[in-house]
């Protein structure tokens, strides 16, 4: 369960770093009619949900702990 | 007993009692003054617009330090006595009219302080006083029941300020652009949208207050 | 499976909202005319640089205009192709302009049979030396700009300044309309939990208010991004809308650390949830009555808080409703999942 999350987060690193990289340039995100400014929102809501499903994750993993303990 | 009567029972008590102490109006009105002194020590030449930005702004933290005790200073056992005797609406009403009493009286102070020292850019009386009338009444609402859910709360002085200063900020914001009409510094010929705007959050503030109460209460 | 199928719904939404949102074109537009200014009493080519447009294909139908605001136009005498996206267009522009003022501004109107007419507000600003509108009126005569062919392809308005982005409706601001249903059902349920006193309630509000501040922020951040590219700031104090969400988002924070202050599960359950309402009644001024008060950045101010008929054409609609449906569901499947952690808690420290 946590190593796919973490696969997914890297996915998403690999995914976003050439956006970011390129980004220094201020005319991209102006490029192809500001169409990167579109990608970069799709992108941004996609990682917000994803953390929120890591931090999901971790809260399972302590209960599953917790009750492992109490076995 | 009516509600009515409860309500006016218990406003005298409260008020016997701010006579009896006087510390917390006193420690208010000190607050309030050493504040009027230390801006005006600090700035010396007040602008209207900073004039009204600090005035609200010391309105708003005497408030909230003024109403924040209003549930934590009668003692547990004397909760348990009114819980026993009253109705919970006629106590959170008879605290929202002592309070907004309080308050009015706070922010006439330290409007009469504050044009002292700073002068006075209010250029349509009228409209300042339905401002501050307002305000008093909105602050006055909205503390006094967040007063008595950060009283359930353990560290009830953080949680005051936490939750309140975010309610606070619709009335606020509405009663800067109100007082900043009443000295010219903007103009709205649609100002009346704003009194009415502050006259309606009162309104919804109230209605919710004293519906909710009781559980609040329910210890 | 068949107790799930509002999950799938939710998700199979964001898929078309997704491929929708991203793969209809913009409808053809022009970007820019260079130069912008010309004098009265000459011949003037300018460069007009067009967006999403076939001129190549449709080089026989062309057709340009010069329009002041009461609908006096100026027809081009000359227009030569470039290439898909650019036009060299001539105007002999008489000595005379349709206006008492010595400087204005006139808009560009093109048209094609392919691409269907497009216009560009405020675009040439034309100086003229000595006024006379009644020699004007019969160089630029009015209503001469007729026949215009409509774009029948299936495509999103196309507006100067958003362009594209005019696709972050869906992935944006639909996030908002999410989150003010999270909150109003997670109200609902905190009600709930008063009228009743079951545990239950009280834990679905919770769950409800977590994953409605998380579509807040992604809101906010979202909102900033969007406006740091087409207003130039991420964050302006103008934009009272965006800081009124910053203190709703202030509100549900305070509403989770009140949460945490709090030991005893029946009180906690109890202060939060008329704290919940209350707050909520609090925020409903913030979103709506205030930004009716000052000027603001969103579409629709000064009366209006809803996108009005200009703002949201037909073809919009068709995807932002199911993106505020798809974002809505996907909240309410995220909510279910903290609902069952949080039974499961219950369970394991035996709170009721």
Known sequence: ?71 | MSILKEVRFLLQKELVLEWRQKYALSGILLYVLSTVYIVYAATQQVQPHIWNALFWIIILFASVNAIAKSFTQDGEKRQLYFYTLVNPMAVIIAKIIYNALLLGLISFLTFAAFSLVAGNPVKIASQFAIALFLGSLGFSIAFTFISSIAAQAKNSSTMMAIMSFPVIIPVLLTLIKLSANSMRIMQDTAIWKDIYTLIAIDGILIAVAIILFPFLWRD | MRKFWWKYLGAAILVYVILAGMLIPLKPGVLEISPSTAQAAQTMTFTVEGYNTNYDKASSSIRAWLRSDDDHGLTASEITVVDYNTLNVTFNIPKWLPYESKVKYFSLILDNEIDGASVLPSAVSLTQEVPNLARAKALWPQGNIKDLHTNEVISFPYRNILYETIRNLYFHVSLWLAMMILFIVSVFYSIKYLRTFNKDFDDKALALTSSGLMFGILGLITGSIWAKHTWGTYWTWQEIKLNMTAVAMLIYAAYFILRSSMEDSERKSRISSVYNIFAFAALIPLLYVIPRLTSSLHPGNGGNPTFGSEDLDNTMRMVFYPAVIGFTLLGLWISTLIYRIEKIKDKLYDRV
Do not use: C, H, W
């Open chain 1, 1 to 71: 369960m946590k190593k796919s999350t973490l696969l997914l987060f890297f996915l998403q690193l690999i995914l976003v770093f050439p956006l970011s990289a390129q980004s220094d340039n201020p005319d991209f995100f102006r490029s192809i009619g500001k169409i990167y400014v579109v990608v970069a929102v799709i992108m941004a809501v996609f990682l917000g949900i994803l953390l929120f499903l890591i931090y999901l994750d971790r809260k399972v993993t302590k209960l599953e702990n917790q009750i492992k303990e109490n076995e």
